[in-house]
């Protein structure tokens, strides 16, 4: 909750900037450069948000060798519980890579 909070007190002030900005005698274009300022800040924030989401499907980790110990694991997990008798033989299909 923390980094909401914070988040949210960052939002705050640069709203009362924002605000207190509009306050002022500006020429025409200075006050529509003001105006679509919060517009441009959530594009460039957008922008930002998936520059990060390209960099870290780029940057994801292949794990090979922890797949393949997932894999045995599954398979003496289902083994077990064949031998138990809770499931029956083959309960899930044979998935292909």
Same mark, same amino acid.
């Given at each position: 909750?923390?980094?909401?909070?914070?988040? =949210?007190?960052y939002?705050?002030?640069?709203?009362?900037?924002?605000?207190?900005?509009?306050?002022? $005698?500006?020429?025409?274009?200075?006050? =529509?450069?003001v105006?679509?300022?919060?517009?441009?800040? =959530?594009?460039?924030?957008?922008?930002?948000? =998936?520059?990060?989401?390209?960099?870290?499907?780029?940057?994801?980790? $292949?794990?090979? $060798?922890?797949?393949?110990?997932?894999?045995? $694991?599954?398979a003496?997990?289902?083994?077990?519980?064949?031998?138990?008798?809770?499931?029956?033989?083959?309960?899930?299909?044979?998935?292909?890579?």
């Amino acid at each position: 909750m923390l980094r909401i909070s914070r988040l =949210l007190s960052y939002a705050a002030v640069a709203a009362a900037l924002w605000i207190g900005v509009l306050q002022l $005698d500006l020429s025409g274009s200075a006050r =529509l450069a003001v105006i679509a300022a919060p517009f441009a800040a =959530l594009v460039l924030f957008g922008l930002y948000m =998936l520059a990060l989401l390209a960099h870290g499907v780029a940057t994801y980790r $292949d794990c090979p $060798d922890e797949a393949e110990s997932l894999q045995q $694991d599954i398979a003496w997990a289902l083994s077990e519980l064949t031998a138990r008798g809770v499931i029956g033989p083959n309960p899930l299909p044979e998935v292909s890579e």
